[in-house]
């Protein structure tokens, strides 16, 4: 099993920034898909941006043009780079791992999750 242990998140003002980091580690890293998602109180989870092997990546139209997914396999690490952070942004972000599939299925792990606060 994939362990995935995300960092980054806090609180900011709107406008702001943040970048989430994801540490894969227990196998190789060479997932087939990579992603981040989130879930906001009373809402449910959506996914935010995923980035699969061959470096192809899907936004939500939500978030596309602030924020920047990426992945460093030497490192073994993925990242999320979220600018103009707005209000409707906090929410718990989750980073998730599909060993065998592509993004166009469900994660086969997740993390524990790293809170993201904007306030107004």
């Known amino acids: 099993q994939v362990q995935l242990v995300e960092s980054g998140g806090g609180s900011v003002q709107a406008g702001g920034s943040l970048r989430l980091s994801c540490a894969a580690s227990g196998v190789m890293y060479r997932y087939y898909c990579m992603g981040w998602f989130r879930q906001a109180p009373g809402k449910e989870r959506e996914g935010v941006a995923r980035?699969?092997?061959?470096?192809?990546?899907n936004y939500a139209e939500s978030v596309k043009g602030r924020f920047t997914i990426s992945r460093d396999n030497a490192k073994a690490t993925l990242y999320l780079q979220m600018n103009n952070l707005k209000p409707e942004d906090t929410a718990m972000y989750y980073c998730?791992?599909?060993?065998?599939?592509?993004?166009?299925?469900?994660?086969?792990?997740w993390g524990q999750g790293t809170q993201v606060t904007v306030s107004s």
């Open positions: 980035i699969d092997i061959l470096g192809n990546i």
């Open positions: 998730t791992a599909n060993r065998r599939t592509g993004c166009y299925a469900d994660p086969d792990d």
